[in-house]
C-alpha cells in the first residue's frame, strides 16, 4: 500500500520539523522579536516523531528530511537520529541546518549514514549576515561549511534571494562551486515571514535570478534532475560542483509533487502553502492505532492539492505564519 494522490503522484518524501525554535533570527523566517514559541508539551516527543516516520515508512515514503526552526536547537537530536536510523525502510536521512550549532557533531552524522545537509546560508559577508540573521555567528557557520566540506557528507547550499540584501552575491555563491563538490541552490523569497504576500516588483523570481546569471556566464550547462526536484539545476563548464534555482513562489515545479510536511506540534500539511490539515499529535494522544493513523494518512494524501496556488486559495486566512512555525 502506498501514499498516491488523486492526481496519480506517489508520496515518498516527508518534511519533519524537530522544532519551532531557532538561535537564529533571518528577516524573511520571522520578526526580529522572534515568535510566540509553543509550550514543549505541544510539541511532538521523539517517540511520537519516531512512530509517525515509521507508519508513513511502510506506505512508501523512504526519504525523511529533518527540519526546525534549527533541529540541532533541540536537546537530545543527536539521540533521535541514532534511534531513526534504525529504520531500514528509509534510504535517506536528511537534514536542514543553519549550521551555527552543528561543527562538533559532523563525525557522528557521518557514523549514522546521513546522507546529505542542507546549509542555510544567505551571505558570505560577516556584516550582511548581521543584518539578516540578526545573531553574530558567522564565523561558526563559515568553520561549519569548512568543516561538511571535507566531509562525506552531501553538501547544499540554500540562499534565499532577498531584494536589497544579497543579490549581488549571486556570482560570489556560484564561484565557491569552482573548486568545490558542493550545490548552491537559489531560493525565491517567499511571504512567510509575518508580513504576508509581497508585491511582484520587489520579487527576484526564477527568471530574474537566470537572467543576472546568463549576465555572467556564458557556459551554463543544464543538468538532467529527478522528476520530484524541487530545483533546475546547472553547472559551468570546468566547475566541480553545480547550482540550481527553487522557484518557490512561482511554483512551477508542483506538477512532480512527492512531499508532505508535519510540523513540530504535528500539523500535517499536504503543501507548503496551506494551513494545515489535521493534527497527528492528537490523534496519537487520543489512543489511535497504527492502523488508524495510516488510514488517516491515505485518505489525506488522496486530497492533497494540484498546486500550491490551490493550496493558498483554499486557506482560511492570508498566508503570513513564520516559516520556523511550518518548518523550514
Known amino acids: 500500500m502506498h501514499l498516491t494522490d488523486k492526481f496519480g503522484r506517489e508520496i515518498t518524501y516527508l518534511r519533519l ?40 515508512s511502510e506506505l512508501g515514503v523512504n526519504k525523511v528530511r529533518l527540519t526546525g ?30 549550521g551555527a550549532l552543528i561543527a562538533k557533531h559532523i563525525p557522528k552524522l557521518e557514523e549514522l549514514n546521513i546522507k546529505a545537509i542542507n546549509l542555510s546560508l544567505d551571505t558570505l559577508q560577516a556584516d550582511r549576515f548581521k543584518t539578516i540573521t ?58 512567510f515571514n509575518g508580513v504576508g504576500q509581497k508585491t511582484d516588483d520587489e520579487i527576484w523570481n526564477m527568471k530574474k535570478i537566470y537572467h543576472e546569471i546568463e549576465k555572467n556566464y556564458n ?41 508532505i510536511r508535519i510540523t513540530a506540534t504535528g500539523m500535517f500539511k499536504n503543501c507548503l502553502f496551506d494551513d494545515g490539515v489535521f493534527n497527528i499529535r492528537d490523534f496519537m494522544r487520543n489512543g489511535a492505532s497504527d492502523k488508524e493513523i495510516a488510514q488517516l494518512f491515505i485518505n ?15 486557506r482560511r486566512d492570508n498566508v503570513s505564519e513564520s516559516m520556523s512555525t511550518i518548518g523550514g
Open 219 to 259: 557556459n551554463i550547462i543544464p543538468l538532467k534532475s529527478k522528476r520530484s526536484s524541487t530545483s533546475q539545476n546547472y553547472t559551468l563548464e570546468a566547475y566541480k560542483g553545480s547550482f540550481g534555482i527553487i522557484p518557490a513562489f512561482t511554483r512551477t515545479i508542483c506538477n512532480d509533487c512527492n512531499r
Open 17 to 56: 520539523a524537530i522544532t519551532d525554535r531557532c538561535n537564529l533570527r533571518c528577516q524573511y523566517c520571522m520578526p526580529a522579536h522572534g515568535i510566540d514559541i509553543v509550550d514543549r508539551k505541544e510539541l511532538l516527543t521523539y517517540k511520537e516523531m519516531y512512530r509517525i516516520t515509521r507508519i508513513l
Open 134 to 191: 540578526r545573531r553574530n555567528v558567522f564565523t561558526e557557520t563559515m568553520e561549519t561549511l569548512d568543516k561538511l566540506l571535507e566531509s562525506s557528507l552531501q553538501i547544499k547550499l540554500n540562499v534565499v534571494v532577498i531584494p536589497g540584501l544579497n543579490t549581488d552575491e549571486i556570482v560570489d555563491f556560484i564561484e565557491l562551486t569552482k573548486d568545490k563538490d558542493l550545490s548552491v541552490r537559489f531560493i525565491e523569497e517567499m511571504p
Open 300 to 314: 489525506t494524501v488522496h486530497k492533497k492539492p494540484k498546486n500550491g496556488f490551490v493550496a493558498e486559495a483554499n
Open 69 to 98: 526552526g534549527e533541529p540541532f536547537v533541540r536537546k537530545d537530536f543527536i539521540k533521535f537520529l541514532e534511534t531513526l536510523s534504525f529504520n531500514d525502510k528509509l534510504d535517506q536521512i536528511n537534514i536542514t541546518t543553519n
